[in-house]
């Protein structure tokens, strides 16, 4: 049995989601971003107190198929954009489409529908944290940055960055760390 769960955006999620469930006593196959397999159906009180007990870690049970889609969506844009060592050759809306096997525009009016933006705007707004990671740890140049986050070029990422954040990643790296979000706090 798959279950499904929010909020899971990197390693120490699913560590996390791994140790609330083995405190529930309940055994684990697997577990990716987003979700756990099971190896065994849960009761309706098992369910109950697994989704108070993942609340409790700052995650929490999804029970329909919409905001199962969503979520995947998220894990997906979150995953090329935090985790992916260089930028995807694809479109990420493509890489999306493939995944999930669903036309990208469904996916695009399911998720603005629900989430009230864009997946564009949501993979902008991932793209800018991230970029936020790289100029708190001042290793890479601007335009290193530009080419691995996928941009074609410093003047545009700038661009972007002043747009999402109000500044321009000059002005950020005099302020540093206190403006970065959490991956789940990106909307």
């Not at 560590?15 to 756990?36: F, H, R, S």
């Not at 919409?66 to 935090?82: C, G, T, V, Y």
């Not at 996928?150 to 960055?161: E, I, N």
């Amino acid at each position: 049995m798959t279950i499904y769960i929010k909020n899971m955006v990197c390693d120490r999620c699913k560590q996390a989601v791994k140790n609330v469930l083995d405190a529930q006593a309940i055994t684990t196959k697997n577990i990716l971003l987003g979700e756990a397999e099971i190896a065994d159906e849960l009761t309706p009180v098992q369910q109950e107190k697994l989704a108070d007990a993942l609340k409790v870690a700052g995650f929490e049970l999804i029970d329909d198929k919409k905001s199962r889609i969503i979520e995947k969506i998220k894990n997906i844009a979150i995953d090329l954009i935090h985790h992916s060592a260089e930028p995807a050759r694809l479109k990420t809306s493509e890489i999306i489409a493939r995944e999930l096997h669903y036309d990208y525009p469904y996916l695009s009016n399911l998720f603005s529908s629900v989430e009230g933006i864009t997946i564009e705007q949501f993979i902008i707004r991932q793209k800018i944290e991230k970029i936020k990671e790289y100029i708190v740890y001042d290793e890479l140049s601007l335009g290193e940055i530009a080419d691995k986050m996928g941009y074609s070029s410093v003047a545009h990422l700038s661009a972007q960055f002043k747009k999402i954040t109000g500044m321009s990643p000059s002005q950020f790296k005099g302020v540093g760390n206190k403006e970065r979000k959490g991956l789940d706090e990106v909307r």
